[in-house]
DNA sequence: CGTCCACAGGAATGACGGGCGG
DNA sequence: CCGCCCGTCATTCCTGTGGACG
């Protein structure tokens, strides 16, 4: 299968090719650089907050805010990750452990995971919450240490889970004898505050830390720092630098869409063999990076929630209600051999869908009409088809086309 | 100005695949 | 093996509602 000679030429020009990188892994964004430009201040907040565990003392909780890419993640673990080698300068007992909460999804996965790093293992279902938070609890009093945890994108744990294993948590310390806990919460959304018990609010902001957006300057000097590293010299330009900047700069002032932006636009530079990486390479990777976004949420999409994207397909039309919606996908799950799920759940799959910008949905009311919502695609009709067309389950149902029009219940 | 459409979307509940400790 | 609890997905039942029509 293939042609051994395009491979070939695929590898020979990757080896002689232009190389433009020098290290890759120096743009991607969970490396963790040297130095971090524009966060003088913070560091040195968040330092003087966390000094006191040198001491065997307990530090205060601190909670973090800022959008992405504004260093929240990378300033926390730079000064944690210096804290713990000064602690062992020192002989303090210092454990830290850092915790995605979207990642990791639910409260349970939470205390299993700061369980685990305290060598205390829980299988990954089956005991209650309140038992693991208990072993969680064991473990951590017999290990004394004073132990700071780190609950990255909290705001997405709190919002669909609530913050009751957060009022757990900010209590701990009354029932531990031997360890102590500090807890560095960072978040997102600044209006999270408005979701919390207030007690566990004051709590948990005991100190409070703002992170706010890069401009483009800033930005240009993140950009430029790494570049050095990751490019051979005189290989980026300066026009596609500023563009750079400029593109992630408009996008709240997002370091990291800053950093994917010029990776790939030097990717893409060196697959083309360009000896420069230029303004056009930025945005081609800026398309590029779209792109690859939606094929890959596309071929991750449930069965259901794709045959509901393919009914919003099929209707082909600027936008189409939840009820037409609803026959069309009825006919394609007919079609399919598969169940089919009601108006109801139908309903928070469109929402989904249009979290992950793939619809547009929005309720309009039509008055003596109804009250519905009003959907419609978001990403181009081609790219459905390139996706789905040859797939061996969906591939027919792109040129199937259904039957019914929709003309309200009864 | 009230009615009433065509749903939105919250709450409670259930089915299911999994793992626990005893 | 049992009884129990988990998270996830889905259903059922429900109350709420913006605004064109009469």
């Not at 893409?268 to 945005?283: L, M, N």
Request: charged share 25%.
């Amino acid at each position: 299968m293939g042609n051994p000679s395009v491979l070939d030429d695929v590898f020979d020009n990757f080896i002689n090719g232009v190389r433009l990188f020098k290290d890759r892994e120096v743009l991607r964004h969970d490396y963790l650089p040297e130095k971090l430009p524009h966060r003088e201040e913070q560091i040195r907040l968040l330092g003087q907050t966390v000094a006191p565990v040198l001491k065997d003392a307990r530090c205060s909780n601190i909670f973090i805010y800022g959008q992405t890419g504004t260093g929240k993640t990378a300033v926390t673990k730079y000064v944690l990750s210096h804290l713990e080698s000064k602690a062992k300068e020192y002989g303090a007992s210092v454990k830290f452990c850092y915790i995605n909460c979207r990642m990791t999804g639910s409260e349970y996965r939470v205390f299993a995971n700061l369980s685990q790093n305290l060598g205390v293992a829980i299988p990954f279902t089956g005991l209650s919450v309140g038992e693991v938070f208990d072993r969680f609890r064991a473990g951590l009093d017999s290990s004394r240490i004073i132990f700071i945890i780190v609950l990255d994108e909290i705001d997405a744990l709190i919002k669909d889970r609530g913050d009751a294993f957060m009022y757990e948590l900010t209590r701990i310390n009354e029932t531990l004898h031997k360890s102590k806990v500090s807890i560095i919460g960072i978040s997102n959304d600044l209006r999270l505050k408005e979701f919390l018990d207030p007690r566990v609010f004051s709590s948990l902001s005991e100190e409070e830390l703002v992170f706010r957006p890069y401009d483009a300057g800033e930005l240009r000097n993140i950009l430029l720092e790494r570049s050095k590293l990751s490019f051979q010299e005189g290989v980026l330009s300066d026009s596609a630098l500023s563009i750079c900047s400029a593109l992630a700069a408009a996008e709240h002032g997002d370091a990291r869409r800053a950093l994917d932006l010029l990776r790939v636009a030097g990717e893409v530079a060196e697959r083309q063999g360009a000896k420069v990486i230029t303004e056009e390479h930025v945005r081609q990777a800026e398309k590029n990076i779209e792109h690859n976004r939606v094929v890959e949420a596309l071929k991750n999409l449930t069965l259901h929630s794709t045959l509901v994207l393919l009914s919003v397909y099929h209707l082909n039309k600027s936008s189409a209600t939840t009820g037409e919606i609803y026959d069309v996908y009825n006919e394609l799950c007919g079609e399919l051999g598969a169940g089919l799920l009601t108006q109801r759940r139908l309903g928070t799959l469109v929402n989904e869908l249009d979290s992950m910008g793939l619809v547009n949905a929005k309720v309009v009311s039509m008055g003596r009409y109804g009250r519905t919502k009003k959907i419609r695609l978001e990403i181009s009709r081609s790219l459905i088809k390139d996706v789905f067309g040859g797939d061996s389950r969906f591939g027919r149902l792109i040129d199937y086309s259904p039957q019914v029009s929709h003309k309200g219940s009864k």
